[in-house]
């Protein structure tokens, strides 16, 4: 039996729901990885909102724990696609998670009705087709009668909390998200809004992050099995609850996900526009500051397909043996000296163009299996150098997700960035981040950084090597060649 104050933090993905509990302390008492029943592309709210209201039940259950324990709960999701609602509060129309080939081209949609010139400039990010803007256009064209009927536009993390408290709220670093936010305003761009045809009424508040945007209601009370009145924090933007998480609060950490998300984030107190595209910038949603982003650079996904492909056997080996397939495949490079005797993996972009530079007979699954850790090492790097062009780089990095307790992959980003890194396995970084949010807005913890230091969850820290640190250097041009070269190719291809 949980005795004491409790915060619940929720954190809502494209596959499942996590819930997680903390004590006065911020030890994670309970957490619970729950299918919301929705998959693919196109999903229904609705289930998101039952897997909130019976998982909640099923954690006070089998927790013996009372609803008045619960003193505050927070919300966080990893999407931002668009929901349609009526004004008595009725989802319309499925929202689309992601986007599939039936949905066609959204990126030139977007540029078609909006303009990438508009969006540079009030948004500062690049036409997206994964953004809630793209999204409301293409349900435009697919869902007219829900665009009729339609009253509201929340995201998933506000639909949860509207759910639960009948209020609609958003926070700065997920509505920055939408690329329907004026990064110079801070507030819902009203030339964007009337190039789509959406009344900005439609959109909910932005506040702040760390502070109650609501209460749950009688009606969530009985569904939820939460005390009616519980107050229920923003929390929102998923990065910006990371950052809580882990202690990266200040612009001199960056942090990064070394998991399937594989984001990298660059904390920054000033906003300077930077050429380059690779980096996408959010408000943080919490502090008064500013995230530069680089997506999908330190993903998982790259070394699940060796495993699942090559490494075959490997992985049959650490599962005979009860061991983590990461901690194999790590075993098995040990000793491939950096830069993997002249072997280069470029990770797949979107376009579906990458691969094994430079493999010869000499090359063994040790070889490929480091050079895949090494391409999540150097795009990190270069989303670093890219950062320096406007802003100092960071003095320090911490990683955190599934590969965070990988002592190898851990060392090759230090070595790659030439920067200190410490590892921090969190399995569910960004819920936590929203219990402690939570805990924070009802007096729990003095400030945010006394937060963040509850955790006490810490793995091992790791400094450059000289050597291998001048290794990467000399193979930075080499993969900037291949990189431009693959993306010539595919852009000949496309033409053909």
Not at 119 to 127: D, K, R
Not at 236 to 249: D, F, N, P, T
Request: with cysteine.
């Amino acid at each position: 039996m949980t005795t004491g104050p409790l915060y619940l933090g929720l954190e809502l993905t494209p596959s499942h729901l996590v819930i997680l509990l903390i004590d006065q302390k911020g030890k994670v008492i309970e957490q619970i990885l729950r299918s919301h029943g929705s998959t693919g592309v196109e999903q229904a709210p609705q289930d998101w909102w039952r897997a909130v209201r019976t998982g909640i039940k099923e954690t006070l259950r089998r927790n013996e724990i009372d609803s008045s324990q619960i003193r505050s709960l927070g919300i966080t999701a990893s999407t931002c696609s668009p929901i349609l609602i009526d004004v008595e509060g009725k989802v319309l129309c499925p929202t689309y998670v992601g986007i599939d080939e039936h949905m066609g081209d959204l990126h030139q949609l977007l540029i078609s009705k909006v303009g990438a010139k508009n969006l540079q400039n009030i948004v500062n990010q690049i036409p997206n087709g994964d953004r809630a803007l793209a999204k409301l256009l293409y349900l435009q064209e697919k869902q007219p009668r829900a665009w009729h009927d339609a009253a509201m536009v929340m995201l998933p993390s506000s639909f949860l909390r509207y759910r639960l408290t009948g209020k609609r709220s958003i926070d700065a670093g997920s509505a920055s998200e939408t690329q329907l936010f004026n990064t110079k305003t801070s507030a819902w761009s009203k030339i964007l809004a009337m190039r789509i045809g959406m009344p900005e009424a439609w959109l909910p508040a932005i506040g702040p992050g760390e502070q109650i945007c609501g209460r749950v209601s009688e009606e969530a009370a009985k569904e939820s099995g939460l005390a009616a009145g519980t107050p229920v924090v923003q929390a929102g933007h998923r990065a910006s609850c990371i950052s809580v998480a882990l202690g990266a609060l200040k612009e001199d950490v960056a942090y990064v996900e070394l998991n399937n998300y594989g984001n990298c984030y660059f904390p920054s107190e000033s906003f300077e526009k930077i050429e380059n595209d690779s980096l996408a910038c959010y408000r943080h949603g919490i502090n008064p500051t500013w995230l530069y982003t680089a997506n999908e650079v330190a993903s998982t996904k790259g070394v699940h397909w060796l495993m699942d492909e090559i490494t075959t056997t490997e992985k049959q080996q650490a599962k005979r043996a009860k061991q983590n397939p990461l901690a194999k495949l790590s075993d098995v490079a040990a000793d491939i000296p950096p830069g993997s005797e002249g072997l280069i993996f470029i990770p797949p972009s979107s376009n579906g163009a990458g691969g094994f530079a430079g493999l010869g007979l000499q090359h063994k699954h040790g070889h490929m299996i480091r050079a895949v850790f090494e391409s999540c090492a150097m795009q990190i790097r270069q989303a670093q150098a890219t950062f320096a062009q406007a802003h100092t780089p960071p003095e320090k990095y911490i990683i955190t997700g599934e590969a965070a307790d990988n002592t190898l992959w851990c060392q090759i980003i230090a070595d790659a960035v030439e920067t200190n890194v410490s590892s921090v396995p969190i399995e569910y970084p960004a819920a936590l981040g929203a219990a402690l949010l939570a805990g924070l807005c009802i007096g729990n913890f003095k400030d945010m950084a006394a937060a963040s230091r509850a955790v006490k969850i810490r793995g091992q820290n790791f400094k450059p090597r000289q050597a291998a640190s001048k290794t990467y250097q000399e193979m930075e041009e080499t993969i900037a060649q291949l990189q431009q070269s693959m993306r010539a190719q595919v852009a000949e291809e496309q033409q053909s």
